[in-house]
Protein backbone atom coordinates (compact mmCIF):
# COMPACT_ATOMS: atom_id res chain seq x y z
CA UNK A 1 0.00 0.00 0.00
CA UNK A 2 1.52 3.15 -1.00
CA UNK A 3 -0.04 6.86 -0.73
CA UNK A 4 -3.69 7.67 -0.77
CA UNK A 5 -3.87 9.13 -3.92
CA UNK A 6 -7.18 10.44 -5.70
CA UNK A 7 -6.65 7.17 -8.60
CA UNK A 8 -6.95 4.85 -5.58
CA UNK A 9 -10.45 4.01 -5.01
CA UNK A 10 -10.04 1.13 -2.47
CA UNK A 11 -7.89 3.83 -0.55
CA UNK A 12 -10.29 5.97 -0.89
CA UNK A 13 -12.90 3.55 0.18
CA UNK A 14 -11.10 2.36 3.33
CA UNK A 15 -10.40 5.63 4.49
CA UNK A 16 -14.29 6.93 4.20
CA UNK A 17 -15.11 3.53 5.92
CA UNK A 18 -12.90 4.58 8.88
CA UNK A 19 -14.32 8.21 9.02
CA UNK A 20 -17.89 6.75 8.83
CA UNK A 21 -17.60 4.74 11.65
CA UNK A 22 -16.06 6.35 13.98
CA UNK A 23 -18.59 8.61 13.76
CA UNK A 24 -21.01 6.36 14.04
CA UNK A 25 -19.66 4.72 16.92
CA UNK A 26 -18.94 8.07 18.94
CA UNK A 27 -22.99 8.60 18.49
CA UNK A 28 -24.42 5.54 19.53
CA UNK A 29 -22.10 6.22 22.68
CA UNK A 30 -23.45 9.55 22.99
CA UNK A 31 -27.18 8.54 22.05
CA UNK A 32 -26.83 5.13 24.39
CA UNK A 33 -28.93 5.71 27.57
CA UNK A 34 -27.88 5.66 31.57
CA UNK A 35 -28.33 2.29 32.67
CA UNK A 36 -28.16 0.57 36.49
CA UNK A 37 -25.45 -2.01 36.27
CA UNK A 38 -23.51 -0.01 38.24
CA UNK A 39 -23.42 3.32 40.37
CA UNK A 40 -21.30 6.13 40.15
CA UNK A 41 -19.78 7.71 43.00
CA UNK A 42 -19.30 10.99 43.30
CA UNK A 43 -15.50 11.28 42.97
CA UNK A 44 -15.92 9.24 39.37
CA UNK A 45 -19.14 11.87 38.05
CA UNK A 46 -16.49 14.68 39.08
CA UNK A 47 -13.33 12.77 37.77
CA UNK A 48 -15.68 11.85 34.38
CA UNK A 49 -16.65 15.35 33.96
CA UNK A 50 -13.15 16.82 33.62
CA UNK A 51 -11.80 13.81 31.45
CA UNK A 52 -15.01 14.83 29.14
CA UNK A 53 -14.40 18.45 29.46
CA UNK A 54 -10.23 17.73 28.79
CA UNK A 55 -11.16 15.60 26.09
CA UNK A 56 -12.59 18.31 24.25
CA UNK A 57 -10.06 20.53 24.44
CA UNK A 58 -7.58 18.24 23.69
CA UNK A 59 -9.85 17.35 20.30
CA UNK A 60 -10.22 21.08 19.64
CA UNK A 61 -6.09 21.83 20.35
CA UNK A 62 -4.92 19.04 18.25
CA UNK A 63 -7.67 20.23 15.32
CA UNK A 64 -5.69 23.68 15.96
CA UNK A 65 -2.30 22.33 15.78
CA UNK A 66 -3.06 19.94 12.78
CA UNK A 67 -3.34 23.94 10.69
CA UNK A 68 -3.20 23.47 7.06
CA UNK A 69 -2.61 19.78 7.43
CA UNK A 70 -5.99 19.04 9.00
CA UNK A 71 -8.27 16.52 6.73
CA UNK A 72 -11.46 14.19 7.82
CA UNK A 73 -9.70 11.27 5.88
CA UNK A 74 -6.87 9.10 7.89
CA UNK A 75 -4.25 10.14 5.33
CA UNK A 76 -1.92 13.06 5.01
CA UNK A 77 -3.00 15.73 2.70
CA UNK A 78 -0.15 16.41 -0.30
CA UNK A 79 0.33 20.04 0.95
CA UNK A 80 0.35 18.71 4.67
CA UNK A 81 3.80 18.81 7.03
CA UNK A 82 4.68 16.34 9.86
CA UNK A 83 3.23 17.87 13.17
CA UNK A 84 5.73 17.00 15.93
CA UNK A 85 4.65 19.82 18.23
CA UNK A 86 2.36 21.21 20.46
CA UNK A 87 -0.05 18.28 21.58
CA UNK A 88 1.89 15.92 18.83
CA UNK A 89 4.88 16.44 21.37
CA UNK A 90 2.94 14.30 23.97
CA UNK A 91 1.44 12.20 21.50
CA UNK A 92 0.75 11.18 17.55
CA UNK A 93 -3.05 11.20 17.65
CA UNK A 94 -4.39 13.85 20.20
CA UNK A 95 -7.67 14.26 18.10
CA UNK A 96 -8.62 10.76 18.54
CA UNK A 97 -7.40 10.83 22.37
CA UNK A 98 -9.93 13.57 22.86
CA UNK A 99 -12.74 11.64 21.27
CA UNK A 100 -11.36 8.75 23.16
CA UNK A 101 -11.91 11.09 26.56
CA UNK A 102 -15.46 12.51 25.70
CA UNK A 103 -16.63 8.79 25.38
CA UNK A 104 -14.52 7.80 28.38
CA UNK A 105 -16.40 10.95 30.40
CA UNK A 106 -19.63 10.27 29.37
CA UNK A 107 -19.26 6.38 29.61
CA UNK A 108 -18.19 5.99 33.30
CA UNK A 109 -20.44 7.54 35.26
CA UNK A 110 -23.45 6.07 33.12
CA UNK A 111 -23.90 2.49 34.51
CA UNK A 112 -24.64 1.25 30.66
CA UNK A 113 -22.70 -1.96 29.66
CA UNK A 114 -24.17 -1.39 26.00
CA UNK A 115 -22.29 2.10 26.49
CA UNK A 116 -19.22 0.88 27.80
CA UNK A 117 -18.81 -1.65 25.08
CA UNK A 118 -19.52 1.17 22.34
CA UNK A 119 -16.87 3.17 24.08
CA UNK A 120 -14.58 0.03 23.95
CA UNK A 121 -15.43 -0.61 20.60
CA UNK A 122 -14.91 3.22 19.49
CA UNK A 123 -10.72 2.58 20.98
CA UNK A 124 -10.62 -0.48 19.63
CA UNK A 125 -11.38 1.54 15.97
CA UNK A 126 -8.93 4.56 16.58
CA UNK A 127 -6.48 1.57 17.34
CA UNK A 128 -7.17 0.43 13.71
CA UNK A 129 -7.59 3.87 12.00
CA UNK A 130 -4.44 5.06 13.88
CA UNK A 131 -2.50 2.01 12.95
CA UNK A 132 -4.12 2.18 8.65
CA UNK A 133 -3.10 5.86 9.42
CA UNK A 134 0.50 5.49 10.14
CA UNK A 135 1.76 3.43 7.63
CA UNK A 136 0.41 6.52 4.99
CA UNK A 137 2.06 8.63 7.14
CA UNK A 138 5.48 6.61 6.86
CA UNK A 139 4.83 6.91 3.21
CA UNK A 140 4.49 10.66 3.19
CA UNK A 141 7.11 11.74 5.97
CA UNK A 142 10.46 10.39 6.05
CA UNK A 143 10.83 11.42 9.43
CA UNK A 144 7.92 9.69 11.11
CA UNK A 145 9.65 6.58 12.37
CA UNK A 146 11.52 8.14 14.36
CA UNK A 147 8.32 10.19 15.64
CA UNK A 148 6.74 7.10 15.89
CA UNK A 149 9.21 5.61 18.39
CA UNK A 150 9.62 8.37 21.25
CA UNK A 151 5.67 9.58 20.97
CA UNK A 152 2.76 7.69 22.07
CA UNK A 153 -0.07 6.75 19.85
CA UNK A 154 -2.86 8.03 22.31
CA UNK A 155 -2.17 8.51 26.43
CA UNK A 156 1.26 10.78 27.43
CA UNK A 157 3.73 9.10 29.32
CA UNK A 158 2.25 5.57 28.18
CA UNK A 159 5.35 3.56 27.91
CA UNK A 160 3.70 0.96 25.40
CA UNK A 161 2.09 3.64 23.27
CA UNK A 162 5.59 4.11 21.05
CA UNK A 163 6.87 2.17 18.35
CA UNK A 164 9.73 0.49 19.65
CA UNK A 165 10.80 -0.55 15.97
Known amino acids: MGLLTADNPRDTAIAWG ?7 LLLTVL ?5 DAWVAPDGVLTVARWVGLAGMAVL ?12 ALPTPVPHGV ?15 TGIIALALGSTAPSGSVPKALATLALIG ?3 AKARW ?18 TPRFVPLWPFGADRR
Open 18 to 24: FVLGQFA
Open 60 to 71: IAGLINLGRSLT
Open 31 to 35: ALPAG
Open 133 to 150: EEHHLRARYAGYDDYAAR
Open 125 to 127: WFS
Open 82 to 96: LRTGGLYRLVRHPIY
